[in-house]
């Protein structure tokens, strides 16, 4: 690879809060209804204090592989699954 790489501003893929942290606590909050925004308060600060560290790696790791995906065609659009 020569010089610089364009990269995908604000890329979703390359993003863990976005590829993982959010949709994890999405569902973890509404898995029932939400009663009042307490309670929705409530929900969120433990669903986010219940992502273990193993969790946190293995998000991370995961990070790296799409990094690996986007580099590898140089700038070329890509499809991460």
Known sequence: ???PVAWPARSPDLTPTDFFLWGYTKDQVHRTGVTCFQDF??????????ITPQTCGNTFRASEYRMDI????EGAQVEVQ
């Open 1 to 3: 690879m020569k010089g």
């Open 41 to 50: 308060k409530n929900r969120v600060v433990h669903s986010v204090e219940g």
């Open 70 to 73: 986007v580099r590898v065609p």
